[in-house]
Every structure is written in C-alpha cells, then in structure tokens.
Nanobody
Framework: QVQLVESGGGLVQAGGSLRLSCVAS????????LGWYRQAPGNQRELDAT???????NYADSVKGRFTIFRNNAENTVDLQMNSLNPEDTALYYC???????????????WGQGTQVTVSS
C-alpha cells in the first residue's frame, strides 16, 4: 500500500510564505506523478501543481508565479513552496500521487490526509 505523509501547513499572514512537504512510500510502487491539491470548505478539490518523474510541471493558473513544486526522485518527496500567499489560498492541502504498482501492473491514485494552510488578512 502507498502512504503519503504531509507536513508544513500552518497559519501565515497575507504576503507570507509556507513550504509543504510530502514523503511517498510503498513497496513495489513507483511514483509517476506527485503533486498538491487543495480543498476549501464548500469547494471541490482542485489542482495546485504536479510534477512528473522527468520534471515536467503543471500549475493552476491561480498559483503560477507564486508557487513552485520540487521533487526528489531518490527520496520520493515532493515540496510545494508557496509565496505571496493570500486569504484565498486558505484550504486543506493534499499530497497526491499517481503510482504504478509492479504487482498489479497498473496506475493508481493516492491521497494524503491533508495539511491545513490558513492565511490571515
């Protein structure tokens, strides 16, 4: 089974920065895509950023120029550096992985438990 363990959420003032980290693990799994999504109360879960094993990135328009995603393939970690935060960024942030199972011969989606980010005005 795959485990995604997140850290780094918290409370920050508008204009501040936070860095989220996630460690992915799972025996007989490789991680094609790692990323971060957010979900604010009453809203659907939405993309912030993803990154492939090869380093290709995809960002939501709302975070381009403010957020940067990093990945360490050797350690199966993915970080999200968030700058110029505003109150609209307040949400529960989830680590995401598209993982390939070497025993089941397929790709599967996994989610972390979520880490809260709150931006005060």
């Amino acid at each position: 089974q795959v485990q995604l363990v997140e850290s780094g959420g918290g409370l920050v003032q508008a204009g501040g920065s936070l860095r989220l980290s996630c460690v992915a693990s799972g025996r007989f799994f490789s991680f094609n895509v790692l990323g971060w999504y957010r979900q604010a109360p009453g809203n659907q879960r939405e993309l912030d950023a993803t990154i492939t094993t090869g380093g290709n990135t995809n960002y939501a328009d709302s975070v381009k120029g403010r957020f940067t995603i990093f990945r360490n393939n050797a350690e199966n970690t993915v970080d999200l550096q968030m700058n110029s935060l505003n109150p609209e960024d307040t949400a529960l942030y989830y680590c995401y992985a598209e993982a390939y199972s070497a025993t089941l011969y397929g790709n599967y989606d996994y989610w972390g438990q979520g880490t809260q980010v709150t931006v005060s005005s």
